[in-house]
């Protein structure tokens, strides 16, 4: 399967976004979805049904405060969801919307000056129209921008993160299927040797089983980007296993893959107990992790890998309510 229904759909979603403002948005958004839309978005939006409440939540907001939108894609494939026994048809987009950042965003103050939105997104069309929806966005990533960062300093590099060394993640036309099938199972054999990273000797050969030496793993504000397997251990790694305790995997919603590129989401992927360090923060309550993660394949393993967490959620379900920070 092609897929080119569905990605043409998704497209034509966006090129109606980028003729909407504030005043039109919710009629730009009710053309290509359905009207009982699913729309899964990041604290403090969280989940919202239809496109005028998808509107009202999230999109009003930032059009109000950003203006000149442009949405600058990197990534965007499609492909049958695993978890669902390859029912339903997935499409994901991946990259920054841009903006001059011209007026408050959820208590951010505005720079007048270019911002970039971190973004990742999981469509799933049913009948000719986007159903369902997970949006992840970095809000963290614009604090940080905008010169406004709430927590301690971060253990990976801050960076405006760039799309696929290749650049070739834009799968808008057809792709042979063996190759998704082959990144779909490179990614399920990774996180298998994650669940299982007891029976390796240590953590380098347990990365050496599915990722490239040169690995570049583009990580959320609030950890940061990584380059390489050693400094991955040291920077994110490390910290992640032996900061956060009693880990437990709640699963994925949507598991894709097509050409070099697969993903996933969930809502909630993982459930921890911060320990004490992580991020630089005191030990907290039990809290959810809602991830996505990207990657790309080079041959027989993994190159790049992008991460979205819902921080703010992480955080929030801790006592810790950063956009209350925010307010004078």
Not at 24 to 34: E, K, V, Y
Not at 41 to 48: K, R, V
Not at 98 to 106: R, V
Request: proline share 7%; net charge negative.
């Amino acid at each position: 399967m092609s897929f080119q229904t569905e990605k043409t759909l998704v497209r034509a979603h966006h090129a109606a976004l980028k003729t909407a403002n504030p005043e039109t948005i919710a009629d730009s958004l009710s053309r290509h979805t359905a009207p009982d839309w699913h729309w899964r978005g990041m604290h403090p939006w969280h989940e919202q049904h239809g496109p005028r409440a998808v509107a009202t939540a999230f999109w009003q907001p930032f059009l109000q405060a950003m203006s000149c939108v442009q949405r600058r894609e990197d990534v965007f494939f499609a492909g049958h969801n695993q978890i669902d026994g390859f029912k339903s048809v997935w499409v994901v987009s991946m990259g920054h919307l841009m903006g001059l950042f011209d007026a408050p965003f959820l208590g951010i103050k505005p720079t007048q000056r270019i911002a970039m939105l971190r973004y990742a997104e999981f469509h799933r069309i049913e009948d000719g129209k986007i159903a369902e929806t997970a949006f992840f966005c970095d809000l963290l990533h614009l604090m940080r921008q905008a010169g406004q960062y709430p927590l301690p300093p971060q253990t990976g590099a801050h960076l405006i993160q760039p799309g696929p060394a290749t650049h070739d993640g834009l799968l808008y036309g057809t792709t042979p299927p063996d190759d998704g099938t082959q990144t779909l199972d490179l990614i399920c054999r990774m996180i298998g040797a994650i669940n299982e990273h007891r029976r390796f000797s240590g953590p380098e050969e347990e990365l050496a089983q599915h990722w490239h030496d040169d690995m570049c793993w583009w990580g959320p504000e609030g950890i940061g980007a990584t380059y390489s397997i050693p400094r991955y251990i040291e920077q994110h790694q490390r910290p992640f296993r032996t900061q956060l305790g009693t880990r437990a995997f709640n699963g994925h919603i949507a598991r894709l893959a097509e050409g070099h590129y697969g993903g996933f989401f969930g809502w909630p992927n993982l459930s921890l107990t911060p320990l004490g360090g992580y991020m630089g923060l005191p030990a907290g309550a039990r809290a959810d992790m809602r991830v996505v993660d990207i990657y790309r394949r080079d041959g027989d393993k993994l190159a790049e890998n992008w991460i979205f967490i819902d921080m703010l959620h992480f955080l929030n379900m801790q006592g810790l309510d950063v956009l209350d920070r925010l307010k004078p």
